[in-house]
T-cell receptor
Framework: QKEVEQNSGPLSVPEGAIASLNCTYS??????FFWYRQYSGKSPELIMS????GDKEDGRFTAQLNKASQYVSLLIRDSQPSDSATYLC????????????FGKGMKLTVNP | DVKVTQSSRYLVKRTGEKVFLECVQD?????MFWYRQDPGLGLRLIYF???????EKGDIPEGYSVSREKKERFSLILESASTNQTSMYLC?????????????FGNGTRLTVT
C-alpha cells in the first residue's frame, strides 16, 4: 500500500513568518509531487508541482524534493492570513494505474 | 483555465434512493476521477476513467458505479444510498497520465443521506 504521510499538525505561525510543511512517501518509484491548498468548505487547488530533486520556487512558495530521503516539503515565506488553509501533499507513480495518493493534509493558521 | 463543473453543490437524499452525481470538464482531459473526502480520512479515490467507456476501481468502489459515455462527462452513481455515504464528493480531471499532469478539481458536492 503506497502511503503519503504529513505531519499531523495543526501548524500555527505569525504573519510574516516562514511556514514549513513536510511530507514523506513510501513508494520509491514516485515520479511526481504536488501540493494542493484547500480552504475550508472549498475544493483543493493546485499550488505547486515538482518532478526533480532540489528546490522549485514560485513567488512566496518553494517546493523542495529529496527522492533519496523520500520527502517533499513546502515552504511559504512571508506568510499571510490568506494562506490559512489545509495543505495536501499528493504523490504519483509512473505507469500502472497512475493514481495520485494524497496525504491527509496539514492545517495551517497564520495569525495576524 | 480548466473548468470542472459538478452539477450540484448540495444534495439531500433518502436512504435507498439511487443518486447521480454529474461532472463535466471543458478542457478535453483524458482522465477523470471521483473522490470522497471525510474528516480524518482525507481524500479517497472511488473510481477513475482514462478514456470514454473505460473505468477502473479506486480504493473504495463498494456501493458506487460510474459512467463515462462522453469524454467530457463522468457520472458517479450511488445505486442505493446509505447514511455512510454522506460525504463531500469531489470530481477531478487531468490532461493525461497523472504522473506528469496534475488534477484539477470541481467545487464539490456535499451529499447528505438521511
Amino acid at each position: 500500500q503506497k502511503e503519503v504521510e504529513q505531519n499531523s499538525g495543526p501548524l500555527s505561525v505569525p504573519e510574516g513568518a516562514i511556514a514549513s510543511l513536510n511530507c514523506t512517501y513510501s513508494d520509491r518509484g514516485s515520479q511526481s509531487f504536488f501540493w494542493y491548498r484547500q480552504y475550508s468548505g472549498k475544493s483543493p487547488e493546485l499550488i505547486m508541482s515538482i518532478y526533480s530533486n532540489g528546490d522549485k520556487e514560485d513567488g512566496r512558495f518553494t517546493a523542495q524534493l529529496n527522492k533519496a530521503s523520500q520527502y517533499v516539503s513546502l515552504l511559504i515565506r512571508d506568510s499571510q492570513p490568506s494562506d490559512s488553509a489545509t495543505y495536501l501533499c499528493a504523490v504519483a507513480t509512473q505507469g500502472g494505474s497512475e493514481k495520485l495518493v494524497f496525504g491527509k493534509g496539514m492545517k495551517l493558521t497564520v495569525n495576524p | 483555465d480548466v473548468k470542472v463543473t459538478q452539477s450540484s453543490r448540495y444534495l439531500v437524499k433518502r436512504t435507498g434512493e439511487k443518486v447521480f452525481l454529474e461532472c463535466v470538464q471543458d478542457m478535453d482531459h483524458e482522465n477523470m476521477f471521483w473522490y470522497r473526502q471525510d474528516p480524518g480520512l482525507g481524500l479517497r479515490l472511488i473510481y477513475f476513467s482514462y478514456d470514454v467507456k473505460m473505468k477502473e476501481k479506486g480504493d473504495i468502489p463498494e456501493g458506487y458505479s460510474v459512467s463515462r459515455e462522453k469524454k467530457e462527462r463522468f457520472s458517479l452513481i450511488l445505486e442505493s444510498a446509505s447514511t455512510n455515504q454522506t460525504s463531500m464528493y469531489l470530481c477531478a480531471s487531468s490532461l493525461r497520465a497523472t504522473y506528469n499532469s496534475p488534477l484539477h478539481f470541481g467545487n464539490g458536492t456535499r451529499l447528505t443521506v438521511t
